[in-house]
């Protein structure tokens, strides 16, 4: 009998060589600047201007938001791909192939090391994303193996760079 496989938002999960998540403490620190507004809309509002309590529920709802949106990206690394997932209602997959990624870089601002997270960045030959960035993942050694992937994804496509 033959084996079901299990796909998961079109992925074969058998290939799946990792899923990364921004963490959330980066999701958190990037919708606090709109919280901050939000407290002090809200103290101006209780002493001075009753109409500035609709602009911090507003503040507040698109902080949600953003915090819900950063919280459900998603990086699925296969053997031959990288899957970028992204929305809340509407889901959006944008697909990079392992083969067209010419370098990547690793940056840490303070707060990142800190918290030991980094914002990896691929430069691809990709038209409609020539440069991915996995922002707010932990710390790890995701870049060797993106290059033993991509390594291994040129290899198996036949694809040579010529300099």
């Known amino acids: 009998m033959m084996k079901k496989k299990k796909f998961i938002n079109g992925i074969n999960q058998e290939d799946v060589v990792e899923v990364l998540k921004p963490s959330t403490i980066y999701a958190f620190a990037s919708v ?68 067209r990624v010419k370098d990547y870089m690793v940056n840490q601002s303070v707060f990142e090391r800190i918290f030991g997270l980094m914002t990896v960045s691929l430069l691809t030959t990709d038209f409609s994303n020539p440069n991915l960035e996995m922002k707010g993942v932990p710390l790890s050694d995701i870049t060797e193996k993106i290059r033993d992937l991509v390594q291994e994804s040129r290899l198996n496509n036949r694809i040579f760079e010529i300099n």
Do not use: C, H, M
Request: proline fraction near 1%; charge should be positive.
């Open 32 to 99: 606090l600047p709109l919280l901050i507004f939000t407290f002090i809309s809200l103290f101006v509002a209780v002493v001075y201007i009753k109409l500035l309590v609709f602009v911090s529920l507003i503040t507040v709802a698109i902080a949600l938001y953003r915090f819900l949106y950063i919280n459900l990206i998603s990086y699925t690394i296969t053997k031959q791909r990288i899957t970028v997932r992204t929305g809340i209602i509407a889901r959006q997959f944008d697909n990079l192939e392992l083969f």
